[in-house]
């Protein structure tokens, strides 16, 4: 599998942002997809995923209630749709893929800057 991330951008606090992942490979439907990202100083934290099969989600309390994962299976795309931007926000987001039941995510993508000023 490899993963490719766009959608960063400087946005405005309350902003929105979309963040996009296309991957290539087979079977997706083994893996989990997952958005993680790694502010400045700090270390790299989970954000959101999502199963490729299934579509069950999974979101880490800064992101729940702001953020929406997806997947676009004919496209083979995974979104993040950010809402309510906060500057904490602000950080490298990566797109990752691990293959479901694994602890650890194995597969990165590059990373898509998210800048969010106050």
């Known amino acids: 599998v490899q993963l490719q991330a766009s959608g960063g951008g400087l946005v405005q606090t309350g902003g929105s942002l979309r963040l996009s992942c296309v991957a290539s490979?087979?079977?997706?439907?083994?893996?989990?997809m997952g958005w993680l990202r790694q502010a400045p100083g700090k270390q790299r934290e989970f954000v959101a995923g999502?199963?490729?099969?299934?579509?069950?989600?999974s979101y880490s309390d800064s992101a729940k209630g702001r953020f929406t994962v997806s997947r676009d299976r004919p496209k083979n795309t995974v979104h993040l749709q950010m809402n309510e931007l906060k500057p904490e926000d602000t950080a490298l987001y990566y797109c990752?893929?691990?293959?479901?039941?694994?602890?650890?995510?194995?597969?990165w993508g590059q990373g898509t800057l998210v800048t969010v000023s106050s």
């Open positions: 990752a893929a691990k293959v479901r039941g694994a602890s650890e995510y194995g597969v």
């Open positions: 999502i199963t490729w099969s299934e579509a069950i989600t």
């Open positions: 490979g087979r079977a997706l439907s083994r893996f989990v």
